[in-house]
């Protein structure tokens, strides 16, 4: 394999990856709009929430590991911004809020950019 058909298939890799964080982030949007919008069972509401924490919890730990791509201050960036969507989530899930239009934005914000 030239050099030039590797760097193909690893631009091709990230291209795909990122293809399918945003499906993913998607996924995770339409789910927490429903919750907004309308009636939702208990299990629903913990379902979607729980969706949403174990994606940024993967997020996560993909930006942590030190032979991840993204340079260093935009990882930590981005770390800190799945930190709160996490925190946030469990906080709508134990019923210490119930505004999720702000995980919304944040989520359509970091899936918009990829």
């Given at each position: 394999m030239t050099f030039e058909a590797y760097e193909t298939v690893v631009e091709d890799s990230g291209q795909e990856a990122r293809g399918r964080e945003r499906q993913a982030l998607s996924l995770g949007i339409e789910r927490l709009e429903r919750l907004q919008k309308e009636r939702f069972s208990m299990e629903d509401q913990v379902q979607s929430l729980l969706y949403v924490r174990r994606l940024w919890t993967i997020f996560i730990e993909d930006l942590a590991h030190p032979e991840n791509g993204l340079p260093e201050q935009l990882r930590a960036d981005i770390i800190s911004i799945g930190l709160w969507v996490v925190k946030e989530?469990?906080?709508?899930?134990?019923?210490?809020?119930?505004?999720?239009?702000?995980?919304?934005?944040i989520n359509r914000l970091i899936r918009d950019a990829l």
């Open positions: 989530a469990d906080r709508v899930r134990e019923e210490r809020s119930n505004d999720v239009m702000q995980l919304i934005e």
